[in-house]
């Protein structure tokens, strides 16, 4: 008795598991895909051989979702931890640009800009001095008067002040050419710097990042730019070529294209230029 209800038992278990093994191969599904790029005035080219990805989240979303959590220094903070004078600063904040060496730079700078930020005042005293130019007023004061004769210095320095900014309004000219003696102090190259290690570190963590959070399958094409992947829960998801490229010709491409997967169908996907991303202007 005890003999026979166990075979019993057993032959229900089986059952049990030759039935869930049925209904998850039947809600299920499966994705086909080719791919083929066209050169310029070319046939359109089989990819061979080219891994692609089946995400669960778009990969130009999942490069954001890096950016956040690697975010550059805020464009005031960047400004605030700068070598510059105050007065530079502010400067700055208050205006879109960070490349001072910027050609018409002179037409952004005022006279009050260069008569109160340190910085300006040096180089457009640097590039008017030698006699080039006629009739610009001198400085009377003396640095020694600074501590010694601190009124006389001051009485002295804002009379420079007034002369100067007055000259600069007659001679807007005299301005030209400053932003040439502003390469010591300009911010851009450490601003660009920040952004192009900001771009690598993103090109190095995303496809990591997407095939260890967001992967569901991945395949290889053959020599006809062919590949299938079977198994898949029904769904939405994204045939990516993470931050690869493939070439045909003058002709590099990428993909990150949605693509729907239902319970006991196959999904056939054609990739072409027409789908793909430009991987020349994309993000990475």
């Known amino acids: 008795m005890r003999r026979a209800l166990s075979r019993y038992i057993g032959v229900l278990g089986c059952a049990a598991l030759l039935t869930g093994a049925a209904w998850a191969q039947n809600t299920a599904g499966s994705l086909q895909l080719a791919a083929r790029i066209s050169p310029t005035a070319a046939r359109a080219e089989p990819v061979r051989q080219f891994t692609f990805y089946v995400l669960t989240r778009s990969y130009a979303e ?68 030698g006699g080039v130019t006629a009739g610009i007023p001198k400085p009377k004061y003396a640095d020694a008067d600074k501590t010694t004769h601190p009124d006389r210095y001051n009485k002295q320095l804002q009379d420079y002040y007034v002369a100067l900014k007055k000259f600069i309004q007659n001679n ?93 169908q196959t999904t056939r996907v054609e990739l072409t230029n027409l789908n793909a991303v430009d991987r020349r202007a994309s993000a990475p």
């Open 172 to 264: 807007p000219s005299t301005v030209s050419g400053i932003e040439l003696e502003l390469v010591g102090v300009n911010p851009q190259d450490k601003w660009s710097k920040i952004q192009a290690e900001h771009r690598r570190r993103v090109l190095r963590l995303a496809p990591e990042f997407a095939q260890t959070k967001y992967l569901a399958a991945k395949a290889d094409t053959d020599l006809d730019g062919r590949a299938s992947v079977s198994g898949l829960a029904p769904g939405e998801y994204w045939l990516s070529t993470l931050n690869l490229n493939a070439n045909a010709g003058d002709t590099t491409l990428g993909w990150d294209a949605p693509v729907a997967i239902h319970a006991g």
């Open 62 to 129: 999942i490069v954001k979702e890096v950016e956040a959590e690697n975010q550059i220094p805020p464009r005031e903070k960047f400004i605030d931890d700068l070598k510059l004078s105050p007065e530079l600063k502010e400067w700055l904040k208050a205006h879109d640009i960070f490349d001072l060496t910027m050609p018409g730079l002179d037409r952004l700078v005022t006279p009050d800009d260069i008569i109160h930020v340190p910085e300006f005042l040096l180089a457009y005293q640097r590039s008017n001095s």
